[in-house]
């Protein structure tokens, strides 16, 4: 007689009679092995290593039917992928990624982003376009905010926002300024003279200073500026420079300039002028002291009036006295220390100042 089958096997199971031993594998009622002889086995060893095999060929079987997303065994009606099974549309959907923007699931092809995958429609919104031509683009250079495209990073720039400008109006010392910035470029001298003196007023009310005779102020082009500065690095930061005949002092502040650079560079000279004259036991320190005293004294002018671009300017300097100096003196003493700064230009020692401004890393 039969015995009836278990519907999920675990195990091989024997039934032995009045004849010998047979074995029966649980898959179906219909499968059942043969007898293994009329007789009992005299080697139980290939006997249990042939009931080992049943078992794991059955177990094999069984489990190749066992969806691949909920992990039950498929009924009726079911998916087949790459070798895999699933239960029905809905368990095979469940295995797909989500866009990363519209949070749906892929069904077709997809990107990989460093952020994660975006069907190819969320894709292609947002690839950026050049804000110069407007073209879209896989491959870009970033200025800041903007991006463009390599054929218009290309272009000339404009020396007041060195931003890749195509229609910029060319100066006679060779700068190149766009309609924008020209809009708010400083040319006459009057223009010039009142910024000039509202500058030297509020860096009184930052240093304390303010019983001090102005120098002169007179307007150049890059040329002329760049006759009377020895400067070894890119002459196209340059915007000023202060000079001290011993009788009269003149500033040389740069013609056709912005407004805010305008402002910012008088700032940065006037405060030569009251170095010069309050704190003479700096005139043997390097260059770089006095460099970095007054960006550092620019760098809280733009904080107090939040000239964003100016202060980004001063930050991301990177020229070696101009830049490595204005960073030294923040770490040393924060964003926004006047006083501290000034204790430290009355004791400070000039022999033990290096050469050379110390490079700090931010």
Known sequence: SSLPLPSVPVRVIYITNKNGWKILCSKSDSF???FLGGKRPKNLNSLKLLSISFFLLNTYVCMANICSSCNRQTRGQHLVSKGRYYCNQACYMKTKPRCLKCKLRITTGYYVTPKGAMCKKCYGESIPRCSSCRTKMEYWTSLGKKKYCNRCIKKPRCSECWLPKSK????????RICKRCMAQTVTSLKQATAIFKKSRKVLGTITGETKQKMPVLKLCYLDELELKVQFDNDISTLRGYY???????????LRTVTKEHMAVTSVHEHMHDIVRKHYGRLNRAPPWVHEGICQYISAIFCKKYK???SLIELETHGDPVYGNSYRFFRKKFGANNWPGLRRWMKSISVRSIPRNAPIVRD
């Open 168 to 175: 910029a109006k060319r100066l006679q010392d060779g700068r």
């Open 307 to 309: 000239l964003k671009k």
């Open 243 to 253: 000079h001290d005949t011993g009788r009269t002092k003149i500033i040389f502040l």
């Open 32 to 34: 059942n092995m043969a």
